[in-house]
């Protein structure tokens, strides 16, 4: 089973690092990821494990947690309401302590001494120590309660400690530190809001996607009247109208009038989808010019919709393989960092310098070290990412999974439904001499529509969109293997292969005359009435729009491409000639396509393979990462890493971009983040830092780490 906490008072990787532990710690919990962008943890554990018992590990831990129940899109974002309510309190906080440090800072840096100078600034660093610095020593103390430290160790102690030694020294007639004292606490707290809104930003996808289901729906009733109700209360089975340039509410089905509908919100699909009676709508796109009548199929968490919500979510909390490695960094970081405060202190002490001028510079060094920037750099990355691709339609299905995407050499894509739409069209009428080709396709046609076949379903649409004249057929007759016969208009007619058209006594040659002019990848019918050759009929699945761009861009980045396909070697070979793609492998079932893969990583590549059927869900579990096109069985989109949801090729090359673009990413911010405490921890040490700078600095070094994730929605 899966579980998530909404965890709360996580202030830094260190905290990560100590929720984490404890989860893993409760008997029965085969695993735990915490992360400190989303403030949520996962818990994977036996089906006898309760969330009591989650909520007790993560108490002793010394924080608060509760459980999220994704109900899809029922109601309010609870945790957006809850961010927002608390921005709106920190933003309050913020004013009083920025009110007070100005004052604070020009006092002590810039007013010369004055009777009752220090007595004021007293006054003023008291309330900012006390109200701005309250969330700081909370979480300091609940910390100490438990044995452990974090963050609000280092800033509770550092300002408590400038705090105390400035009352000493008001008292003593020594110089005081108080712009200290309110400097640490007011500038830390404004690089923790501003984190707090920019990482807000990092889930924008997600109140998007939320954005997009309707609040009401008009019912109608059984008397054809219309009732507006709340969309939670819409039932599967009722009838919802959806006028012209509204959303649908529901997943459903098309019972009455036929619209266009824009799916591009959810697919990136930009050309509008027409429906009719009997086609199926997805809840959250947008209805064109027609008023439609949706018999609800699926309502609340079973739309798609909220289940695409729900991967973005997991997908989000996930945590990257490398960040585990920080984690286990950030776990003794902070205890680090307090013993090397004490050295600083005693150092100084032995070298000869003052008590007060070593106090400051131990100080310094608590304040300017910066966990947060650690537990933020890959977390923050990988939420704007995974956001980003569902933006694009593409869903990540874990940060594992965007990461291995992005060092993939080689691209092997399944033929139909992937790189060909999936359903078979007319591509050629090859009519014999004499004849016209509206004649070859309103015989066929004749023949071919009481068949449910593909080919003919094929026929009979390129007929009905010619407009050619409808002929009468009757005694239709399927002969398994080989076609369909019938009588249309009084005379015999055939429509099928050369084996079923010799019984109609035409002669081989005039068949191998027309087969010859074929392409390698159609099949051909061809068409006889009256014992006259009429001509024949390529039929063949088309190639989907951007399918020869997508293989262009692969080989652009140096990436090989493959197909592989159950459809005969002529026709994949064909579809590979034309696309430009490396190797083809034709005649292939299931278990070929996995052992194919299979071989392929065995020669030391990395293998992504890009699918869409039921028959592909053994290659997909078997590559290194594996896609599922948007229009693919449910069994194709459980076995694979990633979802494409356009259905668009050319999203195979984007997503392995956005997975290199976040790889970059993730390498600058924890370059930052452990960059900035080699370079200034030492020079605090020294004493070249003052705790005001120190103070600054820190609060800027998780900003600048949250700030360059978000510059992936640009690049």
């Avoid at 006092?107 to 660093?125: C, T, V, Y």
Wanted: aromatic content about 4%; hydrophobic content about 50%; glycine content about 10%.
């Amino acid at each position: 089973m899966r579980t998530e906490l909404a965890v709360e008072g996580m202030t830094c990787a260190s905290c990560v690092a100590r929720v984490t532990k404890s989860l893993e710690r409760v008997p029965g919990v085969e695993s735990a990821e915490v992360n400190l962008a989303t403030e949520h943890a996962v818990v994977e554990h036996d089906p006898d494990v309760t969330v009591e018992a989650f909520e007790a590990a993560v108490e002793r831990a010394g924080y608060l947690a509760h459980p999220v129940g994704h109900a899809g899109l029922e109601g309010e974002d609870e945790d957006a309401l809850r961010r927002e309510r608390e921005l709106a309190h920190s933003r309050v906080l913020l004013i009083f302590g920025i009110a007070l440090l100005l004052p604070t800072l020009v006092l002590g840096m810039g007013a010369p001494m004055f009777r009752g100078k220090d007595w004021i600034m007293l006054a003023l660093a008291l309330p900012a120590w006390g109200v701005v610095g309250y969330t700081f020593h909370r979480g300091a103390l609940a910390q100490l309660r438990h044995g452990a430290a974090n963050m609000d160790t280092l800033v509770s102690l550092g300002s408590t400690a400038a705090l105390a030694y400035s009352l000493y020294a008001t008292l003593t007639m020594r110089p005081s530190y108080y712009e200290s004292v309110v400097a640490i606490v007011v500038l830390i707290f404004v690089g923790k809001y501003l984190e707090a809104v920019t990482k807000g930003r990092t889930n924008v996808a997600i109140r998007a996607l939320m954005a997009l289901r309707p609040q009401t729906a008009r019912i109608r009733e059984a008397g054809g009247t219309l009732r507006e109700v709340p969309v939670e209360r819409v039932l599967r089975g009722q009838v919802v109208v959806v006028p012209p340039g509204e959303r649908i509410p529901v997943d459903g089905v098309v019972v009455a009038g036929a619209s266009s509908v824009d799916v591009s919100v959810l697919t990136g699909e930009p050309i509008p989808v027409e429906v009719s009676e009997g086609l199926a709508v997805t809840g959250g796109t947008l209805n064109g010019d027609g008023t439609i009548d949706v018999r609800a199929a699926a309502v609340g968490a079973g739309t798609v919709l909220a289940r695409i919500v729900a991967v973005v979510r997991q997908a989000q909390g996930s945590r990257a393989p490398v960040q585990r490695i920080v984690d286990r960094i950030a776990g003794v970081f902070v205890p680090t960092i307090l013993v090397v405060a004490a050295l600083t202190y005693a150092g100084w002490i032995v070298v000869g310098h003052p008590w007060p001028a070593a106090l400051i510079a131990a100080v310094a060094v608590l304040v300017v070290a910066c966990p947060c920037a650690m537990g933020l750099a890959t977390p923050t990355a990988i939420m704007a990412a995974v956001g980003i691709g569902a933006q694009r339609g593409v869903l990540f299905k874990g940060a594992e999974s965007l990461e291995r995407i992005g060092s993939v050499d080689v691209v092997v894509f399944d033929k139909t439904g992937t790189l060909t739409r999936g359903r078979p069209e007319v591509v050629a009428v090859h009519p014999a001499g004499g004849v016209a080709e509206d004649e070859v396709l309103a015989v066929a046609a004749a023949v071919e529509r009481a068949s449910t076949h593909p080919l003919a379903a094929a026929i009979v649409r390129a007929a009905e969109s010619r407009g050619v004249a409808r002929l009468g057929a009757s005694e239709s007759v399927a002969e398994r293997g080989r076609g369909v016969r019938a009588s249309v208009e009084g005379r015999d007619a055939f429509v099928g292969s050369p084996a079923l058209l010799a019984v109609a006594g035409i002669a081989e040659a005039d068949l191998r005359s027309l087969e010859a002019k074929a392409r390698a990848d159609a099949s051909v019918a061809f068409v006889a009435r009256g014992g006259a050759l009429l001509g024949s009929i390529e039929v063949a699945d088309t190639l989907r729009p951007g399918a020869r761009e997508a293989i262009e861009a692969l080989r652009r980045r140096g990436i090989a491409t493959a197909v592989i396909s159950g459809d005969r070697r002529g026709a994949v070979e064909a579809v590979a000639a034309v696309l430009g793609v490396d190797e083809a492998i034709g005649e292939t079932s299931p278990e070929g396509k996995a052992d194919a893969v299979r071989l392929m990583r065995e020669g030391g590549r990395r293998i992504a393979f890009v699918g869409d059927g039921i028959n592909d869900a053994p290659a997909l579990a078997s590559a290194d990462i594996g896609l599922a096109m948007g229009g693919g069985t449910e069994i194709a989109m459980e076995a694979a890493d990633a979802a494409i949801l356009s259905g668009d090729p050319r999203a195979v090359p984007a997503a392995i971009d956005l997975s290199r673009a976040t790889a970059r990413t993730v390498k600058q911010n924890l370059f930052w983040a452990f960059a900035y405490n080699a370079v200034l921890v030492p020079l605090a040490v020294t004493g070249v830092v003052h705790p005001v700078m120190a103070a600054a600095a820190m609060g800027f070094s998780s900003v600048f780490v949250v700030g360059n994730s978000l510059l992936l929605c640009r690049r």
